[in-house]
C-alpha cells in the first residue's frame, strides 16, 4: 500500500534563536525541511509528501520545493501550519488524499534521518502495529523534579525513574491512518508527539531502534553537529 508523509515545518524555532523559519534555515547549504523531504522519500514507499509550511510561508515553500530535485514518483502537498505542532499535523492530515493507509508523520527538524529507519517504520506497521515510533535508550540519567517554591530557588527532586524502562522517541512515526485521524479528532490536550495521542486512545504503541543521526535539530549546538553529519556523509 502506498505510504504518504506529513511534515510538520510551520515551527519558528524559538530555541534555535534569530534568524528564518528554522525549516528554512539551511544545513550544507540546503534548506533543512529541502533534506527533510528527500530524507522520507528516498524510501520507495513514500509516494506522497505533505508539507506544513509557516502560514505566512507557503508561496516560498513552494519554491524552494520547485526549485530542488526530488525522485520522480514523490508527489508533494503544501498547505499552511497552525500555531501548535499538534495543529500543524492535523492541517497536513486534512489534506490528505484518499488511497495512501499508512501515514508517517515526520518533523522538518529531524532532516537527516535515515531511510533505513523510515522503512523500518513502514514495516513495523504493515506489519499490523497501530502506531511505531524510532526509540532510542537514554545517555542521561533523568529526573522528576517539582516546580520551584520561587523563582530563582532550587527544584526539589522527587523521584528517578528507571533509565532502562525509558525511550527517547524520534520521528517518523508511523500510523495506520484511521487511527491517527481518529486520534486527531479526539485527543485535544496539549501533546508533544502524534504516538501519545494513540496511546490516549488506548491503542497499542510500539518501538523500532531509533538512529542517533535522525535527531531534532532544537538548538544551536545541534546545527554544528548536523553540519558535522552532513559533512562526514559528503567524504
Ligand atoms: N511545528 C509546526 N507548527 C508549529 C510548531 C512546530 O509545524 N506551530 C513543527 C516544527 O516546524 C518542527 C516540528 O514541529 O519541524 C518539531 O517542533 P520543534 O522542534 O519544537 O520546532 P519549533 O517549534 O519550530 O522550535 P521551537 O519550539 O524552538 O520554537
Ligand atoms: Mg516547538
Same mark, same amino acid.
Given at each position: 500500500?502506498? %505510504?504518504?508523509?506529513?511534515?510538520?515545518?510551520?515551527?519558528?524555532?524559538?530555541?534555535l534563536g534569530p534568524g528564518a523559519p528554522k525549516a528554512l534555515r539551511t544545513l550544507g547549504?540546503?534548506?533543512?525541511?529541502?533534506?527533510?523531504?528527500?530524507?522520507?522519500?528516498?524510501?520507495?514507499?513514500?509516494?506522497?509528501?505533505?508539507?506544513?509550511?509557516?502560514?505566512?510561508?507557503?508561496?516560498?515553500?513552494?519554491?524552494?520545493?520547485?526549485?530542488?530535485?526530488?525522485?520522480?514518483?514523490?508527489?508533494?502537498?503544501?498547505?499552511?501550519?497552525?500555531?501548535?505542532?499538534?495543529?500543524? %499535523?492535523?492541517?497536513?492530515?486534512?489534506?490528505?488524499?484518499?488511497g495512501h493507509d499508512i501515514v508517517l508523520v515526520h518533523d522538518a527538524a529531524r532532516p537527516?534521518?535515515?531511510?533505513?529507519?523510515?522503512?523500518?517504520?513502514?514495516?513495523?506497521?504493515?506489519?499490523?502495529?497501530?502506531?511505531?515510533?524510532?526509540?532510542?535508550?537514554?545517555?542521561?540519567?533523568?529526573?522528576?523534579?517539582?516546580?520551584?517554591?520561587?523563582?530563582?530557588?532550587?527544584?526539589?527532586?522527587?523521584?528517578?525513574?528507571?533509565?532502562?524502562?525509558?525511550?527517547?522517541?524520534?520521528?517518523?512515526?508511523?500510523?495506520?491512518?484511521?487511527?491517527?485521524?481518529?486520534?486527531?479528532?479526539?485527543?485535544?490536550?496539549?501533546?508533544?508527539?502524534?504516538?501519545?495521542?494513540?496511546?490516549?486512545?488506548?491503542?497499542?504503541?510500539?518501538?523500532?531502534?531509533?538512529?542517533?543521526?535522525?535527531?531534532?535539530?532544537?538548538?544551536?549546538?545541534?546545527?554544528?553537529?548536523?553540519?558535522?553529519?552532513?559533512?562526514?556523509?559528503?567524504?
Amino acid at each position: 500500500a502506498p %505510504v504518504a508523509a506529513v511534515i510538520p515545518a510551520a515551527g519558528r524555532g524559538v530555541r534555535l534563536g534569530p534568524g528564518a523559519p528554522k525549516a528554512l534555515r539551511t544545513l550544507g547549504g540546503t534548506p533543512m525541511l529541502i533534506h527533510a523531504v528527500r530524507a522520507l522519500a528516498a524510501s520507495r514507499a513514500v509516494r506522497l509528501v505533505v508539507v506544513v509550511a509557516p502560514p505566512e510561508g507557503t508561496t516560498e515553500v513552494k519554491s524552494l520545493l520547485d526549485a530542488h530535485a526530488l525522485p520522480e514518483r514523490t508527489d508533494i502537498l503544501v498547505v499552511p501550519g497552525g500555531s501548535s505542532r499538534q495543529e500543524s %499535523v492535523r492541517l497536513g492530515l486534512q489534506a490528505l488524499p484518499p488511497g495512501h493507509d499508512i501515514v508517517l508523520v515526520h518533523d522538518a527538524a529531524r532532516p537527516l534521518v535515515p531511510v533505513d529507519t523510515v522503512d523500518a517504520v513502514i514495516e513495523a506497521v504493515r506489519a499490523g502495529a497501530p502506531a511505531v515510533v524510532p526509540a532510542l535508550p537514554l545517555a542521561d540519567t533523568v529526573k522528576q523534579v517539582e516546580p520551584a517554591a520561587a523563582p530563582g530557588e532550587p527544584e526539589p527532586v522527587v523521584a528517578t525513574p528507571d533509565r532502562s524502562l525509558l525511550r527517547a522517541v524520534q520521528t517518523p512515526q508511523g500510523f495506520d491512518r484511521a487511527t491517527l485521524v481518529r486520534a486527531h479528532e479526539t485527543v485535544t490536550t496539549d501533546v508533544t508527539d502524534d504516538a501519545s495521542m494513540v496511546e490516549q486512545l488506548g491503542e497499542r504503541v510500539v518501538t523500532v531502534p531509533g538512529h542517533e543521526e535522525a535527531f531534532k535539530v532544537t538548538r544551536p549546538l545541534d546545527l554544528v553537529l548536523a553540519e558535522a553529519v552532513l559533512a562526514r556523509r559528503r567524504l
